[in-house]
């Protein structure tokens, strides 16, 4: 099992807009952000998810770790998954890298990171009984405008044996 789990923006705004966010806590413990990604999810300019992230800050099991080291060059990346991967490539200790972008996670594996999206996280929380139904969760974040892929939720959905009704 990872020591340290690190997040991009997308799994936490994901877990937000569906009250998910607990679920980081009650799975890993303690959640670590570069502080790039800190700067997408709290721009302050009064996003709805704001609020939410903040709290989880302020309750101090997110945490925030500060400037990478600028190496690896990750050519193609945004600023928040660019510091999560080279701040997991920093550690020797087992990471997980929760992060939704496929580019991203694609780079992140050829470096041998482990990653998990939104997804994975809804699924762990399933299996782990933190939420009766990953259907219904799923439901409540395509209704949010947030996306994932929908052979992505099948392949889940069968592997959870929530099966179409």
């Keep these: 099992m990872a020591r340290l789990v690190l997040t991009d923006a997308s799994p936490l705004i994901g877990l937000a807009r569906v009250d998910g966010l607990p679920w980081l806590r009650e799975l890993f ?13 709290l721009p302050n300019r009064g996003l709805p998810d704001e609020q939410t992230i903040r709290s989880a800050l302020e309750a101090g099991w997110l945490k925030v770790r500060e400037p990478t080291p ?13 510091a999560c991967i080279r701040l997991a490539l920093a550690f020797t200790e087992p990471v997980l890298v929760l992060m939704d972008d496929r ?3 694609a780079i992140a594996g050829e470096h041998g990171v482990r990653v998990a999206g939104t997804a994975s996280v809804i699924g762990m929380a399933k ?12 439901a409540r974040l395509h209704a949010s405008d947030f996306r994932i ?4 939720i099948d392949t889940l959905l069968r592997q959870l044996d929530e099966r179409s009704p």
């Design 70 to 82: 600028a190496t690896p060059v990750l050519p193609d990346l945004d600023e928040g998954e660019t």
């Design 103 to 105: 580019a991203g996670r």
């Design 127 to 138: 299996s782990r009984g933190l939420i009766p139904s990953a259907r219904d969760v799923f």
């Design 29 to 41: 413990g303690e959640v670590w952000m570069p502080a790039e990604v800190r700067f997408e999810v």
């Design 149 to 152: 892929s929908a052979q992505v």
